[in-house]
Nanobody
Framework: QVQLVESGGGLVQPGGSLRLSCAAS????????MGWYRQAPGKQRELVAA???????NYADAVKGRFTISRDNAKNTVYLQMNSLKSEDTAVYYC???????????????WGQGTQVTVSS
């Protein structure tokens, strides 16, 4: 079994910053891509940022220049540094990871339980 546990969400004023963390644990041989998604009320879940095992990144246009994704492969952890937060960033943020559980298995995508980020004055 594999678990992804997010932390770091909360309430922040516009213009403020938050750092999200997501740690993967369990039966893990390796983790390929990791990413952050978000879902606002009444909207579909959308990609925020993703990072490959080698460190290549991509971002949604709405967060470019404000958010930074990074990872620590030794700790099976992905981070999302969010700066200059806006009210429209308010959403539940989910991490995901493409996990290979053994040398012979294929990648399976796992999701965290989500963490609420609220940007409001």
């Amino acid at each position: 079994q594999v678990q992804l546990v997010e932390s770091g969400g909360g309430l922040v004023q516009p213009g403020g910053s938050l750092r999200l963390s997501c740690a993967a644990s369990g039966s893990i041989f390796s983790i390929n891509a990791m990413g952050w998604y978000r879902q606002a009320p009444g909207k579909q879940r959308e990609l925020v940022a993703a990072i490959t095992r080698g460190g290549s990144t991509n971002y949604a246009d709405a967060v470019k220049g404000r958010f930074t994704i990074s990872r620590d492969n030794a700790k099976n952890t992905v981070y999302l540094q969010m700066n200059s937060l806006k009210s429209e960033d308010t959403a539940v943020y989910y991490c995901n990871a493409q996990v290979r559980r053994t040398y012979y298995s294929v990648d399976i995508t796992y999701w965290g339980q989500g963490t609420q980020v609220t940007v409001s004055s």
